[in-house]
């Protein structure tokens, strides 16, 4: 199947990732041109072989550092009031999505240096009509995009913001016409820096991303019954195989991952899925995997955690992770979430709430 043709503007693949040109602190200037689908770079500017340049902006402090391992914090709001920084800024989300605030509203919120926050907001089915805000610790607005996803078509399943290198802010998606997870990034002061092409999907029922220090994004995609998870680093290249490395069982397609580093130079993948036993399959577990960097797996075979309530298949399993485990929180069929302890050998070392 033909793919239709890309036409980038402002992308810079594998060696350079530069402002665009004009661009200016603190504006609302947006990229205005859909990812590459190869390693290639396009732009109306000399390309230059040289690493990214380094942002203008001093470093921040390491306490205020996004910790590592945790993933974005993902809520579901009935009213923009229940939320202070939300409320805050009610009219600006409600003049951007034109007949006023969706009920329920989605939010995706991520911690940047300096104690600032970066809220992704949306409604939670199509047309989605994000809005992304950074915000100061006072709660004033730092800068905003109306439109994050502009220069593409916008036809658009899954979303994930997520921190980046040196105070950066990222987005990833899957991305319907052209079938790949793409990801966009931003500098500190709001300034697009590229777009990029994280790999190629035939469909996508669920997307999980997480910034690795040092490392790069982290990506899991899911799609008809499988899902691939791929490692792209801060320079634009992909540290696994090309379509990136399958997962050990056969996912739920609706039910995204979940990520948690249990070190500097591991990660567990969490996922609801079926678990293969005696020529069968039991549906409905939540399973794990470790890897490390290199995408080799750590484990002989998958950690099953038990089962999860069938009637939340798409909900997000809440995992942190820290040195040498990662803690889970999971849905049962029973009254009550069980929360879990993984070791970063296997052994589930706390189990309560059955």
């Keep these: 199947m033909a793919r239709p043709p ?70 579901l709001w009935k009213a923009l009031r229940e939320d202070k920084l939300l409320a805050a800024h009610e009219a600006i989300v409600a003049q951007h999505l034109d007949a006023g605030v969706p009920s329920p509203l989605e ?14 907001a949306y409604a939670p089915t199509p047309p989605m009509k994000p809005f992304l805000f950074v915000a100061a610790p006072d709660g004033s607005v730092v800068w905003s995009k109306e439109r994050p996803l502009a220069g593409t078509r916008q036809i658009v399943t899954q979303m994930v913001l997520t921190p980046g290198p040196a105070g950066e802010l990222a987005m990833l998606w899957c991305d319907i016409p052209t079938q790949i997870v793409a990801l966009r990034r931003w500098a500190p002061d709001g300034v697009p820096l590229a777009d990029f092409q994280v790999m190629e999907v035939d469909l996508c029922d669920a997307v999980t991303g997480l910034y690795w220090p040092g490392r790069g994004w982290l990506v899991v995609a899911s799609q008809q019954g499988g899902a691939r998870m791929q490692l792209f680093d801060e320079r634009g290249a992909r540290s696994f195989a090309p379509k990136g490395i399958e997962l050990p069982w056969t996912a739920r397609p609706s039910a995204p991952a979940a990520l948690a580093l249990d070190s500097d130079d591991s990660v567990m993948v969490l996922q609801v899925g079926e678990r293969p036993k005696a020529g069968a399959f039991i549906p409905d577990r939540l399973l794990a995997m470790r890897y490390d960097a290199q995408g080799t797996p750590l484990w002989d075979a998958p950690i099953d955690l038990g ?39 296997g052994r589930i070392e706390v189990e309560r709430g059955r």
Excluded: M, Y
């Design 6 to 75: 890309l036409f980038i503007l402002a992308l810079v693949l594998i060696s350079c990732a530069q402002p665009s040109p004009g661009a200016s602190a603190g504006a609302s200037s947006e990229v205005t041109n859909p990812p590459s689908s190869a390693p290639q770079a396009s732009s109306s500017a000399p390309v230059s072989s040289a690493p990214p340049a380094a942002p203008t902006a001093p470093d921040p402090p390491a306490a205020n550092l996004t910790p590592p391992g945790r993933e974005t914090e993902r809520r």
């Design 307 to 345: 089962t999860v309530d069938a009637a939340k298949p798409s909900a997000h399993v809440a995992v942190v992770g820290e040195p040498g485990k990662v803690h889970v929180t999971l849905s049962t069929r029973g009254p009550v979430a069980n929360r879990v302890t993984l070791s970063s050998a």
């Design 107 to 120: 939010t995706q919120t991520v911690t940047l240096p300096g104690d600032r926050r970066a809220v992704l």
